[in-house]
């Protein structure tokens, strides 16, 4: 008989459950390595949590939860320590690695020194201008300029709007109005600072600084301005952007009814801009005529294609034509030709109304290319109109050829009449000669 043999017991420690405070440390331990991770990753972004910290200091930030993580997950499990600190040695490393590779942001922001008592006998004493700007300087933090002045040289101009007080809410309608206004690039940007102060950095504007500045007064109250360091700095009034009555829009017969069209227009709110168009395309001109009129000529410049539309429809009903607005609207309307190759029927109607040389080839060029939607619009822009159409008589589809006939009989005179009994003669088409022979007779009733 063998006598029998037990195995040593193992240590009570290894049944026991781990206690939940230590669990808790490694949970949190884990956390605040995958929190700065994602904090290193995402908020190097133009005005996030990160923007102006170097490299170094993240690297720092980065050190420090690496270290207090990965004692924190071996603390955690007393058990396993060789497969933690393995796992906390691959987390310290990416956390490390991180600022490394996501760079964004980690250029420092300029700020204004202090200088110290130390030091004060050895520096000229600034003046009142230059004490004001270095605390402009630093209040803007101009970091952002002070990058996209070196990035635009000598070549390009930027100018940078310093709005104190501006709502959130009210912060986009700023924005897309100073962009389009001045015509900067799209390199501009806004970069939020304190609650409710907001820097726009706009690159190459179109617009010189002091016409920026007189733009940002329809924000507020202009109380600084600093030619050196291209800043505007505006006290922005909320409640120039508040709604205003609807019945006060649009009832015509309400007194107010031109008084707040027109405050609308003067407002930085393009959606309401337009809407404030689309009403006095539609009213009399019954009051305040020379100041809509003004208005209508300044935001010319900033009109995209439905902008165009509604002042040129506004126009037609409110210009006399020697306010300077033809002049306006078709050195727009060639910008855009250029560059869409269309332009909306309004704008081309009001152009054909006073008539402007430079309309009437890109009216006969938009004609060619779509003679149905054209046709009524040549037919109604006058005598001009005349050496442009008839050299369509002898060419072109037969359909481009009765449309030009048509027009014809509307604007023609003997010329006209010439050109047609030409074109007679070398069109055998009964369809073409019906539609010249019409053409003839309605010239020969005009008066």
């Not at 009555?245 to 027109?262: C, R, V």
Request: aromatic share 6%; with cysteine; proline share 5%.
């Amino acid at each position: 008989m063998h006598t029998a043999e037990y195995a040593v017991a193992p240590p009570m420690g290894r049944f026991e459950p781990v206690p939940f405070g230590k669990v808790l440390v490694g949970i949190v331990g884990v956390a605040m390595m995958i929190l700065t991770a994602l904090v290193l990753i995402l908020a190097g972004a133009q005005g996030a949590m990160l923007d102006g910290v170097t490299a170094n200091r993240r690297m720092v930030i980065a050190g420090f939860a690496a270290i207090i993580g990965a004692i924190m997950i071996i603390y955690a499990n007393p058990r396993a320590q060789v497969k933690a600190g393995i796992f906390a040695i691959m987390g310290a490393l990416t956390l490390i690695l991180l600022p490394v590779y996501f760079k964004e942001g980690s250029q420092a922001l300029v700020r204004s020194k202090p200088i110290l008592d130390d030091d004060a006998s050895n520096v000229a004493p600034l003046s009142p201008v230059d004490e004001k700007r270095g605390e402009l300087r630093a209040e803007v933090g101009y970091g952002p300029m002070k990058t996209a002045l070196a990035e635009a040289g000598t070549k390009r101009k930027v100018i940078g709007i310093w709005m104190k007080g501006l709502q959130e809410s009210n912060s986009e309608i700023v924005e897309r109005y100073l962009m389009r206004m001045s015509g900067a690039g799209d390199a501009s940007h806004l970069y939020p600072r304190n609650p409710r102060h907001y820097l726009l950095v706009l690159v190459d504007p179109q617009i010189s600084f002091e016409e920026m500045a007189s733009q940002c007064g329809r924000m507020g109250e202009v109380d600084q301005t600093d030619n050196e360091l291209q800043i505007i700095s505006v006290l922005v009034d909320n409640k120039r952007f508040a709604e205003r009555p609807m019945n006060k829009l649009t009832e015509k017969s309400d007194g107010s009814f031109y008084e707040f069209n027109l405050m609308e227009m003067e407002g930085m709110d393009i959606r309401r801009i337009n809407e404030a168009l689309v009403r006095l395309s539609l009213a009399e001109p019954m009051q305040s005529r020379d100041d809509v009129i003004k208005r209508m000529i300044d935001l010319l410049p900033m009109a995209d294609k439905e902008m165009l539309t509604n002042l040129s429809k506004a126009l037609i009903v409110w210009s006399d034509g020697k306010d300077g607005a033809p002049e306006g609207v078709m050195k727009v309307a060639k910008e855009h030709y250029v560059s869409m190759k269309t332009l909306p029927v309004e704008t081309v109607e009001f152009l054909t109304k006073w008539p402007q040389a430079e309309i009437y080839p890109i009216m006969d060029q938009l004609w060619l290319g779509g003679p149905v939607e054209w046709e009524a619009i040549y037919a109604k822009s006058g005598a001009p109109a005349e050496d442009y159409i008839i050299k369509h008589l002898c060419e072109g589809e037969n359909r481009q050829r009765m449309s030009a006939a048509r027009i014809c009989a509307r604007v023609g005179g003997p010329k006209s009449v010439e050109a047609l009994e030409a074109a007679m003669k070398i069109n055998a088409d009964l369809e073409l000669q019906t539609s010249f022979r019409n053409a003839i007779e309605a010239i020969q009733k005009r008066p």
